[in-house]
């Protein structure tokens, strides 16, 4: 029995090792294999790995460049290394176009060995208007500088982090959080495995956590976000929002508000800043232990644990109830 917990044992933690390796983008220095392909139109890039993360550049040449960084014991090897045939017969690395389609895969083997201590990184540089699917249960994933129709990502092995994406995006990672920098056109964001933020969206944004908070940034669009895992912090300008939390606070500090707000929490207290929230015609629903408002051209119902009425004729639901704290609502000019 204690020689079978001992073998498990070492087997635990040379998984770990392996995934520690593997973990992450995709590592500098001199890549392994390199092809690259000439574009002649916007096209889709179709990347997978089970051998490590991948990063995705965009630039302004009209070619795809696929560099593949192979290691072993944490060491690139390379493509003249005795080591790399033996390393190759773990993986199926496929990298080749049809038409506009980019595809470029890989795969560890089915007899993979997880003492071996090797993987595959991939980093793609593809032309701005490129669309990407991209997905790793190996590794992280980076994207950046696209400006493509749609883009489909995820990861099991690592976090998400976006940075100058534009088109219909969808990120969602159970390795890590997800993080998107200057993101312009729709997206939806979402973790198991880490926080979820975003900082300076244009276009509606749905952000979904259970493994950590959600904080939207300068976000332009309508907003849907909720965290089990944290608290909610929305900026910027919306129409509509609606944001939860189960496991910690609600913070908003909105402008533009003309179609609803819907906040509510049960880990802690909800906090709204509307800027000129004092002109808006509003139908109001507000309960918590204390709820703080100055109320104007009010007509209803006002305790200090409930308002529920019209203010200034009413107009746009606001619905905000806590449960585990106060409701404070401010207004700015």
Not at 109 to 137: A, D, E, Q
């Amino acid at each position: 029995m204690k020689s079978q917990i001992r073998i498990k044992r070492y087997t635990l933690i040379a998984l770990m090792a392996t995934l520690l390796s593997c973990n992450g983008f995709a590592q500098k220095g001199t890549p392994t294999i390199t092809k690259t392909f000439d574009m002649n139109q916007p096209g889709t890039l179709n990347s997978q790995s089970s051998g490590g993360g991948i990063v995705v550049e965009g630039n302004d040449q009209n070619k795809v460049v696929v560099q593949a960084f192979v290691r072993k014991n944490g060491k690139i090897l390379s493509p003249t290394d005795p080591l790399l045939t033996d390393v190759m017969k773990d993986f199926n690395l496929d990298i080749k176009k049809n038409g506009s389609v980019i595809t470029a895969n890989v795969e560890r083997k089915r007899n993979f060995k997880f003492w071996n201590n090797v993987g595959i990184s991939l980093k793609i540089t593809v032309p701005k208007k490129m669309s990407c699917n991209v997905s790793s249960s190996g590794g992280g994933l980076k994207i950046s500088n696209v400006d493509g129709t749609t883009h489909d990502l995820s990861s099991s092995g690592g976090g998400i982090r976006l940075e100058n994406v534009a088109g219909t995006t969808k990120a969602s990672s159970s390795g890590g959080g997800v993080q998107a920098i200057n993101q312009n056109g729709d997206v939806r964001l979402s973790s198991s495995g880490g926080g979820v933020t975003l900082d300076e969206g244009h276009g509606s944004v749905y952000a979904r956590s259970s493994g950590g908070g959600v904080r939207l940034k300068n976000v332009h669009g309508d907003v849907d976000a909720s965290s089990s895992g944290g608290g909610v912090t929305v900026t910027g300008e919306t129409e509509a929002i609606r944001a939860t939390s189960s496991g910690g606070s609600v913070h908003v500090n909105i402008s533009n508000l003309s179609k609803k707000l819907y906040l509510a929490s049960s880990g802690g207290g909800v906090d709204a800043t509307i800027q000129n929230g004092d002109k808006l015609g509003m139908d109001l629903d507000l309960k918590s232990d204390r709820v703080h408002i100055e109320l104007h051209n009010f007509s209803g119902t006002s305790e200090k644990d409930r308002v529920k009425g019209t203010m200034n004729g009413g107009g746009i639901p606001v619905y905000m109830h806590a449960s585990g704290g106060n409701v404070n609502v401010k207004f700015q000019d």
